[in-house]
């Protein structure tokens, strides 16, 4: 999976050997597997922020913000280099070259479902 995305990071485009496969729906779930299609290259926080359901991909490729995770952030006072993670939301993620390769779009779906991404 990670040769799809020529090892980077599919939101902020570092390679550097600093990047996980990451999993669109976790494969503890019961659609999830190993599949590229279920996977995305991302560096570790960007990663933790995703599985945190803090930023999330929608079906057009767009990675974005989720404002109810930033409104729960800022009322336990933790919200200390959101404008930083901010600054990478609102752009489309990088792709891998083989179209095939691509997200699955149902799988995004159900994993926004899965984090209780508002409006999935």
Known sequence: ML???DYRCAVIGCQ???VDAAH???VSEEQGNDSITNGIALSPTV???FDNGLIFLDTSYFIKLNRHKVEEYENLGIC???DE???YTNGQI???AVSKDHPNPSFIETANKL???PGF
């Open 80 to 82: 200390d280099g959101l």
């Open 94 to 96: 990088l792709l891998p």
């Open 3 to 5: 040769d799809a995305y």
């Open 85 to 87: 993670l901010e600054g």
């Open 16 to 18: 550097l050997n600093l």
């Open 47 to 49: 990663h933790r922020a």
């Open 24 to 26: 669109i729906i976790p």
């Open 115 to 117: 984090r209780g991404i």
